[in-house]
């Protein structure tokens, strides 16, 4: 990794003493990073239907949210007004962008979410806010005054389009240039103010809620239960009111229900399906003129293969999945999917039957590529 992103400090040290704890400004954490797509580029993405975009303005007092795909009259807006757009995903749009996001692999792939860009014209932004996320703000071409305070007081505008904070006090401001960086914690109320037009992008991590995390693990029981036998009261009593539910039913089906018990293992299928699971507006493209498996088989060992953008693969110990499923893998094919799952790439595929069969699967399925470079 190189020393200057986390501005000299190890991993181990960022981790320590700042991840989910602290702001930390990294100056040149990117030397010569002035951004990854030009302004047009970026604008057309937002008119993509397929991609999640904003739009935000604001004229000082009122702000405007629209959500892509945004009309080109939009775009259009005089650059003397302050507007942004924002693009989200740009990671699995650009693979200069997932390069962007694989430097930040010192966090577990689990935790990593997406790159967002956005750009600015003058005074243009998103308002004072928080997010429930770690976030390494990333500047990318222009300068962006960032404002940030650990204020305790996250009490939000009403009615607003969007999440304003109602009473935004900057402890700390710093107007960051291209390569400069700025990595916030969960809840760490902010507010970045274009200087000029720029764009910033912002890695952004998953954090997924205890309420979240707890019905996924439920649904995922549901399809994993099995309970034989059927619902029996040979020793029904004579009761008063008919409509009353029986006491001895719930008592019954309380029992049942204490039985009910779930091992690591089934927490740790469920997490590899949860966090691999690509979002809901995410699809794949099968290859337009598939090769055949020989074929595949023939270029794969040659030039290697690659993970598409999109897909997610995780691991736990030998059980993988990708993309929301389990992987079935033979113990001949660990080493190679593991080295796979960690680098996104292979420079050579070794001609084992089992591991082409399974990588040709996921080239059929659009998962991945053949050439180990993009
Ligand atoms: C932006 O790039 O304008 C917004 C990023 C953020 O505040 O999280
Ligand atoms: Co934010």
């Given at each position: 990794m190189d020393k200057t992103l986390l501005g000299g400090l190890t991993p181990r040290t960022f981790l320590r003493?700042?991840?989910?704890?602290k702001p930390l400004l990294i100056r040149?954490?990117?030397?010569?990073?002035?951004?990854?797509?030009p302004r047009d580029e970026l604008l057309a993405l937002a008119r993509d239907e397929d991609v999640e975009s904003r739009f935000i303005e604001h004229d000082g007092r009122n702000w405007r949210l629209e959500r892509g795909p945004l009309p080109a009259s939009l775009l259009?807006?005089?650059?003397?007004r302050p507007w942004t757009v924002l693009v989200q995903g740009l990671n699995m749009l650009r693979p200069e962008a997932d390069a962007l996001m694989r430097?930040?692999?010192?966090?577990p792939y689990a935790r990593l979410d997406d790159v967002m860009v956005s750009y600015a014209t003058d005074?243009?932004?998103?308002g004072p806010h928080f997010d429930s996320y770690d976030v390494f703000l990333l500047q990318g071409s222009g300068r962006r005054r960032w404002q940030i305070s650990e204020q305790t007081d996250l009490a939000l505008v009403d009615g607003a389009p969007l999440r304003i904070l109602k009473n935004f006090r900057p402890e700390q401001e710093w107007v960051l240039e291209p390569g400069d960086m700025l990595y916030l914690p969960p809840k760490c109320a902010h507010n970045g103010i274009a200087e000029g037009e720029c764009t910033t992008y912002s890695i952004g991590f998953r954090t997924p809620s205890m309420q979240e995390l707890v019905t996924g693990f439920l649904d995922h029981l549901r399809d994993e239960v099995c309970v034989s036998g059927m619902y029996a009261d040979p020793d029904l009593t004579l009761q008063a009111d008919p409509a009353q539910l029986p006491g001895a039913m719930v008592d019954k089906v309380e029992a049942l229900l204490k039985t009910l018990t779930w091992s690591r293992k089934d927490v740790e299928q469920f997490l590899g399906r949860y966090l691999s699971e690509p979002k809901p507006h995410v699809f794949f493209d099968a290859p337009d003129d598939a090769l055949s498996a020989a074929r595949f088989a023939q270029r794969a060992v040659k030039h290697g293969v690659r993970l598409d953008g999109r897909t997610l693969l995780l691991r736990s110990g030998a059980h993988f999945w990708i993309n929301g499923e389990p992987v079935d893998v033979t113990p001949g094919a660990r080493a190679v999917l593991r080295e796979l799952a960690s680098t996104?790439?292979?420079?050579a595929v070794p001609a084992d039957g089992d591991t082409m069969n399974l990588l040709f699967e996921w080239y059929c399925d659009g998962f991945l590529h053949l050439g180990n470079r993009t």
């Open positions: 003493d700042y991840w989910q704890k040149g954490a990117l030397p010569g990073f002035t951004g990854l797509i259009r807006r005089p650059k003397t430097r930040f692999s010192f966090i005074g243009g932004g998103v996104r790439a292979l420079p």
